[in-house]
């Protein structure tokens, strides 16, 4: 079945809400999904099939780095390649001369999106402790898209 990624619009709040709430023991309030919305420096785009909101994912650039903020797959279409495509796109939005790394933290916990993010290249950096607010540390990962890492 195909798909299509586009930019997030108010519309598709609701449905991103609920992927979230499903997908995370630590959910970001939709009021932060608003803000994003309305800030420019921040890329959010949608993953529609059949009308329905599969996955999302949300990102910036500051200077020559892009920082994946959140990314999100329907945990029950999942295994599809929703997530492969996310993260393609993202890397592929900004020419790859004006990007020299790519940044996001994952829980150590969550083998499945490590086995993505390592598939196209990103590697653990360091971990931050106690990250997130139930007390899992974060993986830093990296993809250094310029040069030698």
Known sequence: MSF??????????????????KSFSDPW???LFEQTLQNPDQKFY????DDSVLGYI??????????????CVDGEKRKQGLG????????SYHPPQDVHDYYLEVRPSNHAAQ???KKF????????EKYYPDGEDA???CKHVQGEF
């Open 4 to 21: 299509i990624i586009q930019p997030a619009q108010k519309t598709n709040l609701p449905e991103v809400c609920l992927l979230e709430k």
């Open 29 to 31: 309030p939709s009021v």
């Open 46 to 49: 949608v993953l529609i099939r």
């Open 58 to 71: 949300i990102f910036w650039k500051i200077v020559d780095e892009v920082h994946i903020l959140n990314i």
């Open 84 to 91: 492969a495509a996310l993260l393609k796109f993202c890397l």
């Open 115 to 117: 086995a993505l993010y």
């Open 121 to 128: 290249g990103f590697k653990i950096l360091y971990t931050r």
């Open 139 to 141: 993986h830093v990962m």
